[in-house]
């Protein structure tokens, strides 16, 4: 079963604007880290975020983990039409296995 | 340098055969995760490798699905008796360690049982 749940399901914008993507998890995790998939194949790796971490940057965008509510947000800052994809939050649990991913937000940026 | 790469890209197969689907993570990347993903929905955890044990197979749905990786490199998720509900694409990740490290993920492999 998947941990992870995310928040949309699907968003569309303006190219220009913000988007915020939430996901919310059940249990204790030792990081969160968000991937991007485009075209249903390969994901690609965005950002990590630490259980003892409370918010990071990268470029355009910023992740902020709430341990207390079990959950985090990705916000991509001036989002640009090559944005467009699907994205995932995954959850690595406090064994250090397994990786745990949700059912991803549909992002559609429009140009 | 090679990324993760997986074979073949596309395995169209009968309902009951075998079918044997390869991964070749990125040289030195101890740890090697197989994953599932259905339309629609986020990729599903199925075995991690480190090195060349099978630290964690709980997510692998059945005994039809099994997995090796005899010299720490190479991967082969292995399906007995396919059924249409294995119809799915396959991911192969590997990173330098199981987590908090970050995965690289090939291409996958859909499968389709027909």
């Known amino acids: 079963s998947q941990q992870g749940e995310e928040d949309p399901q699907a968003l569309s914008i303006q190219e220009g604007e913000n988007a915020t993507m939430n996901c919310s998890y059940k249990t204790s995790i030792n990081n969160l880290q968000w991937y991007r998939q485009n075209s249903g194949r390969g994901l690609v790796h965005l950002i990590l975020?630490?259980?003892?971490?409370r918010e990071k940057h990268s470029g355009r965008l910023r992740v902020t983990l709430d341990t207390s509510k079990k959950s985090s947000s990705l916000l991509i800052t001036a989002s640009r039409a090559a944005d467009t994809a699907s994205y995932f939050c995954a959850t690595g649990d406090t064994g250090g296995f397994k990786t745990i991913f949700g059912a991803g937000t549909r992002l559609f940026v429009k140009a | 340098g090679a990324g993760v790469s997986q074979t073949p890209s596309n395995k169209v197969t009968e309902k009951g055969k075998y079918v044997e689907l390869r991964c070749d993570p990125i040289s030195g990347h101890t740890a090697l995760y197989w994953y599932r993903q259905s339309l629609g929905q986020g990729p599903e955890f199925l075995i991690y490798f480190q090195g060349t044990g099978a630290a964690d197979d709980s997510g692998l749905p059945n005994d039809r699905f099994f997995a090796v990786r005899p010299e720490g490199s190479v991967s082969t998720l292995k399906i007995q008796r396919t059924e249409r509900g294995d119809s799915a694409v396959y991911l192969c990740?590997?990173?330098?360690?199981?987590?908090?490290?970050?995965?690289?993920f090939g291409p996958g492999t859909r499968l389709t049982v027909t």
């Open positions: 975020i630490r259980s003892n971490e």
């Open positions: 990740a590997s990173s330098l360690g199981g987590t908090p490290y970050e995965q690289y």
